[in-house]
């Protein structure tokens, strides 16, 4: 299996345009992870779906992020307008549940590195 | 949640057991230990996970003391590769609903040639 693909791997934009950022899981998994990592706040969960479905987007800090999960094997995160203090590492992390349970070994894609000037 | 702690940062020799400790006094009967690092440039990586027994696989073993106090997880073998951020982590074993992965700061530790 591939992993978890993100894309880009490295993203720089102007403060005002919209980014999106693409995340394709391992296949069979059935929950989606959208994570941000700064240096000031370490890594933090954003949104996560289950079965394309999201369950908790809590941690999405305005209206100005917006996540989608069309099917099983596609999401996306978008920021419109983005500003610079969205400079980040955006990470997408998927897992399956064994057995029918959660599990917390998630998956982690190599990440986005967003940079709004 | 338990909250863990972890020494920000430790040396080890390249080919010498690397131990790192974690401390979660608050942890409850159902609530599992899981290791994660982060190397440099890269997404975080699982480990392992164990809830009372001491567990092993091909990355490394984790060691929960009797009271599942604290844990320590080893590296039998460290090479310059497992220069990395660890991450302890304490979580239950059935989904809540605050279904996340509370990351601290984790330990950062350097394997040396």
């Known amino acids: 299996d591939a992993g978890v693909i993100q894309s880009p791997r490295h993203e720089v934009t102007e403060m005002g345009q919209e980014v999106t950022l693409r995340c394709k899981p391992i296949?069979?998994?059935?929950?989606l992870f959208w994570y941000r990592q700064t240096m000031m706040r370490g890594l933090e969960l954003l949104i996560y779906?289950?079965?394309?479905?999201?369950?908790?987007d809590s941690g999405m800090p305005e209206d100005r992020f917006s996540a989608k999960m069309p099917n099983a094997s596609f999401s996306t995160l978008k920021i419109q307008p983005s500003e610079p203090r969205d400079s980040a590492v955006y990470f997408c992390a998927s897992s399956s549940t064994p057995g029918g349970r959660p599990s917390y070994e998630q998956y982690f894609g190599p990440g986005t590195r967003l940079t709004v000037t | 949640d338990a909250k863990t702690t972890q020494p920000p940062s430790m040396d080890c020799a390249e080919g010498r057991a690397a131990n790192l400790p974690c401390n979660h006094s608050?942890?409850?009967?159902?609530?599992?230990v899981y290791w994660y690092r982060q190397i440099h440039s890269q997404g975080p990586q699982y480990i392992i996970h164990g809830l009372k027994n001491n567990e092993t696989n091909e990355m490394a073993s984790l060691i929960i003391t009797e009271d599942r106090k604290s844990s320590t997880l080893i590296l039998p073998h460290a090479t310059l590769r497992d220069t990395a951020v660890y991450y302890c982590i304490v979580r239950p074993s059935l989904m809540d609903s605050n279904y996340q992965l509370i990351w601290g700061a984790g330990t950062k530790l350097i394997i040396k040639p």
């Open positions: 296949s069979g998994h059935d929950y």
């Open positions: 779906f289950n079965n394309n479905v999201p369950i908790d």
């Open positions: 608050t942890i409850s009967g159902n609530e599992y």
